[in-house]
């Protein structure tokens, strides 16, 4: 191989999943909308349906960057092991060795964060959740999605990947801002906590945010924690993750330490950074045209992937 080549390629990816719910009632969630029998009809065939164009998105995120599936994919929108297990023994996935790491949550709809691994290149040394300490005004919990930290090891080096689904914008951007500041600052907790053991730490945060990079939970993120954001570059009038009243957001991100710009010999480096949105994922025709091919409008169902496109990173080894 020629010196200016790099050696390896790796895809880490994150992607909301869009209530990735089976058919079945949990009396612990509020999973009401998602049963055969509610006004959204979530009957089996519906769901393999999803599972199935899933495991197929997931198989080409980043193929045109590196010939391979991704490495490590963060979601987030899960119900449970269920789900995943069925995901990953799909028809695009099944044959590659993936693995998750999943913790229930306390989220009121029971929705979650996980984490897919090829765990024949990513080694797990270590996996924890936090949880996210947010209260309503009248001092009852807000209870959400905890954050997922796992620990492992890529080409010999040692990675931290934290996995996050921040408070939603429900109820107005300004007056759930504090929410997304209280997740904001709970991550920084976890980033101190892992740089006093290791200085030199790498790390990624990915996650859907419900933020844009400019907003002032992401832009507290990245300043208290020395983070760098490729994100900053990607969204414009035309292009982001999710779409909603004809503009476009992004709210799904990975955040990196600085250190990922060494280029030293056999160390992970950062390479390129992506919205994934092949024309597969996107609505063909129609006043909505190039936004995300959703599964539901509301209780219309439209039997598309996600109201999210995927965002990846590409790191290398030199």
Not at 11 to 23: G, M, Q, S
Not at 54 to 76: F, K, V
Not at 248 to 267: P, V
């Amino acid at each position: 191989m020629p010196d200016n080549l790099p050696k390896q390629l790796y895809t880490v990816a994150f992607y909301n999943l869009e209530n990735l719910f089976d058919i079945y009632d949990d009396e612990m969630t509020n999973d009401n909308d998602f049963l055969p029998t509610s006004a959204k009809r979530w009957t089996h065939k519906r769901y393999q349906n999803k599972i199935r164009k899933l495991g197929y998105s997931i198989s080409r995120i980043g193929l045109e960057n590196t010939n391979n599936l991704p490495t490590i994919i963060g979601l987030a929108e899960v119900e449970n092991s269920f789900v995943l297990d069925d995901l990953l023994n799909s028809t695009h996935l099944k044959d590659f060795p993936y693995d998750y790491i999943h913790y229930d949550s306390p989220d009121e709809r029971g929705i979650d964060v996980a984490l897919v691994f090829n765990k024949d290149v990513f080694t797990i040394e270590n996996s924890e959740t936090f949880p996210v300490h947010i209260y309503d005004e009248d001092g009852s919990i807000d209870y959400t999605r905890d954050i997922l930290l796992v620990t492992g090891f890529i080409n010999n080096e040692r990675i931290h990947i934290l996995v996050n689904h921040w408070p939603s914008r429900h109820g107005g951007e300004t007056t759930t801002e504090i929410k997304r500041i209280t997740a904001a600052n709970s991550v920084t907790d976890i980033i101190n906590t892992i740089k006093n053991e290791d200085s030199h730490a790498k790390i990624i945060v990915t996650g859907d945010f419900n933020d844009d990079p400019y907003s002032n939970s992401i832009k507290k993120l990245v300043s208290d924690n020395n983070l760098y954001n490729p994100m900053d570059t990607l969204l414009s009038d035309t292009l982001g993750t999710t779409s909603h009243n004809f503009s476009w957001s992004l709210f799904d991100q990975i955040m990196i330490s600085t250190n990922f710009f060494e280029t030293k010999a056999d160390k992970l480096s950062l390479k390129s950074t992506h919205i994934f949105n092949a024309d597969f994922l996107r609505q063909f025709h129609g006043r909505y045209k190039d936004t995300p091919f959703r599964t539901y409008v509301g209780k219309k169902y439209k039997g598309g992937y996600s109201d999210h496109f995927p965002v990846y990173m590409v790191l290398k080894t030199n």
